[in-house]
């Protein structure tokens, strides 16, 4: 059964960083993974990709140039390194492969001064 466990978030001030980790578990194949976020009341969005096959990455354009995500293969681990956050980073902070998955407990991040 393909699970994620998301942990890192936290209360941050604007300019901040934080690292988010997620532990994916149910697969042994190297996968595309991903990091999503949601507000309340809006829509789950793409943040980062990780192609599994390349590592190419890829950003939202409003995370770009402030987000880095990452993987530790050995220990099936994706990390989202967050910095210069800003108010509307504010969200809870998912992982998954391409969004196709049962989705974890997640992780919230809330950026306030």
């Known amino acids: 059964q393909v699970q994620f466990v998301e942990s890192g978030g936290g209360l941050v001030q604007p300019g901040g960083s934080l690292r988010l980790s997620c532990v994916a578990s149910g697969f042994t194949r190297v996968y595309t993974m991903s990091w999503y976020r949601q507000v309340p009341g809006k829509e789950r969005e793409l943040v980062a990709r990780i192609n599994g096959v390349t590592g190419y990455t890829t950003y939202a354009d409003s995370v770009q140039g402030r987000f880095t995500i990452s993987r530790d293969e050995g220990k099936n681990t994706i990390y989202l390194q967050m910095s210069s956050l800003k108010f509307e980073d504010t969200a809870v902070y998912y992982c998954?492969?391409?969004?196709?998955?049962?989705w974890g407990q997640g992780t919230p991040v809330t950026v306030s001064s």
């Open positions: 998954n492969r391409v969004g196709e998955d049962p």
